[in-house]
């Protein structure tokens, strides 16, 4: 009786993902029964936005590669592969580009959204949406969807996405700063921590009625959100800010 086992071979940070009996990333999988590789590979554990090259026999593949049996098919994850960091505007063999980069944020990692828009990163979130409308909403608008629930990531539409690691806010950041090759154009406070969008600035006359004395005093350069109408200005929130991004080792000066 034949055996018609495939071998597949995860590497890197593919391996703690595996939720299946496996020898250091290595999986004999029964190949009895016709399947595309993207359907094994979440079978077993791994969302396929965690995957960034298959590989057989020295060729590359794309997730309908069908399973064969005796098959040897290895699996990378970002790190190991020339597309590090991830530039997600240019088109791979598993994803289309998206226009640029923008993130789509779930509600278990939901104050990694705030410390992405103080980057200045359009970074979608609210606390209502399910999986089914996040996965929806970031192929409808070509966001990458950050997740630390792999059930989300495997969701058909889900295409771009980073299952994230760390449960800490600060970790959480460094990981997407790390993954994703950074934009030239993106600026750090020019976006509103509650909506979102883009702040614009605004006079000070305009506004000088509605700040506490002391700020009235000491600031004079101000940003306004053009939907909530919240004013911001570089004082106490973003000093601490600044100094947070700073001990995490990021380098504010090339955002500014
Ligand atoms: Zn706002």
Redesign the pocket.
């Known amino acids: 009786m034949s055996e018609d086992i495939a071998h597949l071979f995860f590497e890197g940070e593919l391996i703690e993902l595996l939720t299946c009996a496996h020898q250091f990333g290595i999986v004999r999988y029964a190949a009895n029964r016709e399947a595309s590789i993207k359907d094994v590979v979440e079978a077993i554990g791994v969302p396929p936005t965690e995957v960034y090259a298959i590989r057989m026999n020295g060729k590359e593949y794309d997730f309908s590669l069908q399973l064969s049996p005796d098959a040897r098919i290895t699996f990378l994850p970002a790190r190991l592969t020339s597309d590090y960091p991830v530039d997600v505007t240019r088109t791979t063999l598993l994803r289309p580009a998206l226009k640029e980069l923008r993130f789509l944020v779930d509600e278990n990692v939901a104050r990694l959204a705030l410390l992405l828009r103080a980057f200045g990163f359009d970074a979608a979130y609210h606390r209502t949406w399910n999986d089914e409308y996040i996965a929806e909403l970031a192929a409808r608008e070509g966001r990458v969807v950050l997740s630390r629930d792999r059930g989300l990531l495997k969701r058909g539409a889900v295409e771009h996405g980073r299952l994230i690691r760390s449960q800490v806010a600060d970790e959480q950041l460094q990981e997407v700063l790390k993954h994703f090759k950074m934009p030239n154009r993106v600026r750090a406070f020019s976006r ?6 883009i ?1 614009e600035p605004v006079d000070k006359a305009e506004i000088k009625h509605l700040l506490e004395p002391k700020t009235r005093a000491r600031y004079h350069t101000f940003r306004r ?6 004013v911001y200005w570089r004082g106490v929130h973003y000093e601490r800010l600044m100094a947070r991004f700073v001990s995490l080792g990021i380098n504010m000066r090339r955002f500014m």
């Open positions: 509103c921590f509650r909506c979102n969008v702040t959100c053009p939907t909530c109408k919240r």
